[in-house]
């Protein structure tokens, strides 16, 4: 019985090893000067002439963008607002405070944004990370005192987020036109009504008191702003291209589907 | 008498050529984890393998612009507003330093990954630090190019040369104790070039110069990042275009994991994954990223000398013109292309004829041979795995640097430049 299943394995083995049309097992032949030759490991389409790149990058390129043109201003009046107001602001946020403080203010608006990512996890069914999220939760706002420290993140349970707009994409909404919202940046209609939906629910919810201070203390919202820029990573410019926008367009798209499917 | 003349000079001969020889790093001592050259390209070395570097907040820098060429901001369109001043980053030391230049490399701006790692280092081991976007580089051919087709080495580092001049001119009060100078793979290319020059302009005397995986010969370099796009890729069918592919894994992989975690190991342990990339996979990926290079120095050299290849000469472009047709007949046009339709003719223009061979061997390494044969404060650090070479390229080097040349047994294209044991010696050959 045992010599049988052996030699299903030899062969489903060796099926493996011959579907791998690839050299990557071939030996390397170093010459003499002790060059590697890595391009002689790949295996080349024989023709040279497979329009791959074009093909992928072409069906890439086809989001759905009616509002393009005024996508493209507001494109380039966020870039402008980004170098003359909001980087030197978030500079200036980085010299006054230390880096604690900073922080804490992020621990504690990203503890804030957790209410959302429970109820969005629950919306969708997603039994683990609802339970992960209502512990981050709950450890954060108790041991981390109302989310100034992320105890919880330490505790092995990283921050996960869910949005509305995932939510709906979830039960099959699509993303519909790409928009390029005000100082916000890329979206498309359904992620801007899911933000819609989140603000709304965060007021509902009113968690920790904050959306009820913050509407009579805009500087609330102000400093939350701030926050998520100096958390933000992206900078104008980054991907040095006269092509960005096409760019950011097509990471933007997917990047969705894939916090959507993920 | 006349035997023993030559046996001397054979003799002589032979001890020469001993103390010139290359140092080789052996594969077994070095310790490299990736083996793959081209695993090691694109996610470079394992966090927990980096040199400890200081953070960005405990740096003192900023981004400061040059107006250059002041006529652009009348020939540019009204979306290229962002690249009409040439950008750089320069981080200073509180007391007089020796200042450090850091060229980029094909397409590359002043802050990408590798400049910020090389500048984190160098500015650690107390250099005043740089950064510059490679010649090739959207905003440099807008902003500081005379003749925004960049190709021409010798063109590309007389551009370079007034930045750094500019530089300079805008920093009056950092005292510099010397100038250095390195640039990674074209950016290396660049440094030769800018140092060559620097022997007849004098403006900085750079004491010691390093280049780090630099292309040999400029054809065979563009010829094999052409070549990977044409990689037989297994899952590739009429249905899923290379990009789902590779995102479709992505996505596999993080449903695995249970969560999204962008950070520096995601590449490395992507790679131990079961949704990892196979060869031809990677090879792809990192010819696909070139293309996109060679796409916007296309279009950008296209459109700024108005040749009409892909931007009708007159066409109106504002903030809201969408460019996606542009990029659609760019990204048609691989390295080769933008070579053979416009940096020969414009060549040929300027310097009165010649064939791809005579520009080849122009924009090389080869145009400066003796000088780098016979100029001991160059150095080079090359991977005997590196795609962008080609066979006897190792061989040119060996001859021309001697025992200035350092060969890793691994590393892919620049992927082991974090390593701790490479960023140990390029330390050291500034120190020394």
């Known amino acids: 019985m045992a010599k049988y299943l052996l030699l299903i394995a030899a062969l489903l083995c060796a099926g493996v090893a011959n579907a791998d049309n690839s050299k990557a097992n071939a030996p390397v032949v170093v010459d003499s000067d002790g060059f590697k030759e890595p391009l002689s490991k790949l295996k080349f389409n024989p023709g040279l002439d497979q329009r791959e790149f074009e093909r992928s990058t072409l069906s890439a390129l086809s989001v759905y963008d009616p509002l393009e043109e005024w996508n493209r201003r507001v494109y380039h009046f966020n870039y402008r607002f980004d170098q003359w107001v909001f980087l030197p602001v978030v500079d200036g946020y980085r010299y006054v405070t230390p880096s604690f403080l900073r922080t804490g203010v992020s621990n504690f608006f990203n503890n804030l944004g957790d209410v959302p990512n429970l109820v969005n996890s629950l919306l969708q069914l997603k039994g683990k990370r609802s339970m992960e999220t209502s512990a981050r939760l709950l450890l954060n706002t108790t041991i981390g005192i109302a989310g100034l420290w992320d105890p919880a993140t330490a505790m092995g349970l990283p921050r996960q987020n869910e949005d509305f707009g995932q939510t709906l994409g979830f039960y099959g909404v699509p993303g519909g036109a790409y928009l390029v919202l005000p100082i916000l940046g890329p979206s498309n209609l359904r992620d801007t009504s899911g933000l819609a939906v989140d603000f709304t629910v965060e007021d509902a919810i009113n968690y920790l008191n904050v959306a009820e201070v913050s509407s009579n203390h805009p500087e609330v919202w102000i400093l939350r702003g701030i926050d998520k820029r100096n958390q933000t990573n992206f900078r104008y410019g980054q991907l040095n291209s006269p092509f960005e926008y096409d760019k950011v367009r097509f990471v933007y798209t997917e990047a969705r589907k894939l916090q959507i499917a993920e | ?370 000088y780098l044969h016979d100029s001991p404060k160059i150095a080079v650090m090359h991977n005997a795995d590196d795609v962008i070479l080609g066979p006897g390229d190792l061989g040119f080097l060996r001859k021309t640097f001697g025992d200035r040349l350092t060969v890793y047994p691994l590393g892919g294209h620049c992927g082991n430049l974090n390593y701790r044991v490479n960023s140990d010696a390029m330390l050291e050959f500034f120190r020394g």
């Open chain 2, 1 to 370: 008498m006349l035997r023993f003349l030559r046996f001397a000079a054979l003799f002589g001969g032979l001890i020469l050529s001993a103390s010139a020889l290359a140092v080789d790093i052996d594969a077994a001592s070095y310790g490299y984890p990736l083996t793959n050259p081209f695993e090691a390209t694109i996610a470079t070395t394992p966090p927990d393998l980096r040199p400890t570097l200081p953070l960005d907040e405990d740096i003192n820098q900023k981004d400061r612009s040059l107006t250059l060429r002041p006529e652009r901001e009348f020939e540019l369109p009204d979306n290229f507003w962002a690249v009409k001043k040439l950008t750089y980053r320069i981080a200073t030391q509180d007391k007089p330093a020796p200042l450090i230049f850091l060229i980029a490399g094909t397409g590359a701006r002043y802050d990408s990954s590798l400049n910020e790692y090389l500048k984190k280092l160098y500015y650690q081991a107390g250099y005043h630090v740089v950064q510059l976007s490679s010649p090739t580089s959207f905003d440099f051919m807008s902003a500081a190019s005379r003749f925004a087709t960049p190709g021409v080495s010798k063109e590309d580092a007389e551009d370079m040369y007034r930045v750094m001049q500019a530089v300079r001119a805008q920093n009056p009060k950092l005292p510099v104790t010397d100038y250095y100078l390195t640039g990674y793979s074209l950016g290396a290319l660049d440094a030769a070039f800018v140092a060559h020059l620097d022997e007849t302009r004098r403006s900085f005397n750079f004491k010691k110069v390093l280049l780090l995986n630099p292309p040999v010969n400029l054809y065979t370099s563009i010829t094999n990042l052409d070549k990977l796009v044409q990689t037989e890729v297994k899952g590739i069918n009429s249905s899923t275009t290379f990009y789902e592919l590779v995102l479709n894994k992505l996505t596999r992989y993080f449903q695995q994991k249970g969560y999204i975690d962008l950070n520096d190991a995601l590449l490395y342990d992507f790679q131990q994954s079961k949704q990892h990339l196979t060869n031809e996979q990677m090879a792809m990926l990192i010819g696909t990223s070139f293309r996109f290079s060679a796409a916007d120095i296309a279009f950008t050299s296209d459109l700024i000398n108005r040749r009409g290849l892909i931007t009708p000469p007159k066409f109106p472009i504002t903030e809201g013109t969408s460019l996606t047709p542009f990029l659609r007949r760019a990204l048609q046009c691989d390295f080769d292309c933008y070579i053979t339709e416009q940096v020969i003719p414009m060549w040929r223009a300027r310097t009165d004829g010649g064939s791809l061979l005579q520009l080849v061997d122009q924009v090389s390494l080869y145009a400066l041979k003796d």
